[in-house]
């Protein structure tokens, strides 16, 4: 008789564990989120914050992590390290893909113009510009591909420091991190509530992408070896 293989779950317990307790987050973050009072000065569009600022949190650990992963590539050659970087570096842009949409929308009640070349806003596009650069280089750039595009996340990593100290260093419109301490305990709670919530929702990404990652360069290697043993051709 044939035995057939069991296919892997969907999720593992701890995956499904974090999703648990991502879905009871997202269920209390917006009641706290109305129930915290309007910033005096922004009014309803403030509310922005409670989204923009977890999202932009969970752009720079991607972005940490991409970068950390791919100098451990660099100098290592590690297939796990390169596994890492790709997955938490395609989070960062979605998340960073995020934090450019919604900031625009919360700066055209509070600036008057969707954009301003403020230095925040300009390392923060650059973050995203190179982690996106990153991953068609690994994905396009060849036989050199996955080394350029180690370098270039590495170089991305670097930015993040300037991105969250820029606001203390230069003269900006942004607001400043010393705000967060500042905040009246209701609104505090909402913040931290959704940072929490969307820092699940990242583990729980990551580590699907990562077995994605896995899955696809089992694939590859398969193909790479048919193709050697001459399977493909005619």
């Not at 923009?52 to 796990?80: D, N």
């Not at 929308?105 to 230095?119: S, T, Y």
């Amino acid at each position: 008789m044939t035995q057939h293989t069991p296919s892997p779950k969907a999720f593992s317990t701890t995956q499904l564990v974090l999703l648990a307790l991502v879905c009871v987050g997202f269920a209390i973050a917006p009641q706290l989120i109305v129930k915290a009072p309007n910033e005096p000065t922004m009014g309803l569009v403030q509310r922005i914050f409670y989204f923009h600022v977890p999202c932009a949190w969970q752009t720079m650990i991607g972005a940490f992590i991409a970068g950390g992963a791919s100098a451990l590539y660099l100098f290592r050659g590690s297939e796990k390290s390169r596994q890492v970087a790709i997955a938490a570096a395609e989070l960062a842009v979605v998340f960073g893909l995020c934090v450019l949409f919604t900031g625009p929308l919360w700066a055209r009640k509070a600036w008057g113009v969707w954009w301003q070349w403020d230095v925040r806003l300009t390392t923060s596009a650059l973050l995203w510009i190179i982690f996106v650069a990153a991953l068609f280089a690994e994905k396009y750039g060849g036989p050199g591909g996955p080394r350029l595009s180690a370098g270039l996340m590495v170089f991305g990593a670097a930015d993040v420091p300037m991105i969250y100290i820029s606001v203390s260093l230069w003269r900006t419109i942004h607001p400043k991190t010393s705000v967060v301490p500042t905040l009246e305990p209701s609104m505090r709670l909402a913040l931290w509530t959704s940072v929490l919530t969307f820092t699940l929702l990242f583990a729980v990404l990551m580590s699907l992408r990562m077995r994605l990652q896995r899955q696809r360069d089992q694939l590859a290697n398969l193909k790479m070896q048919a193709e050697d043993a001459g399977l493909f051709d005619e």
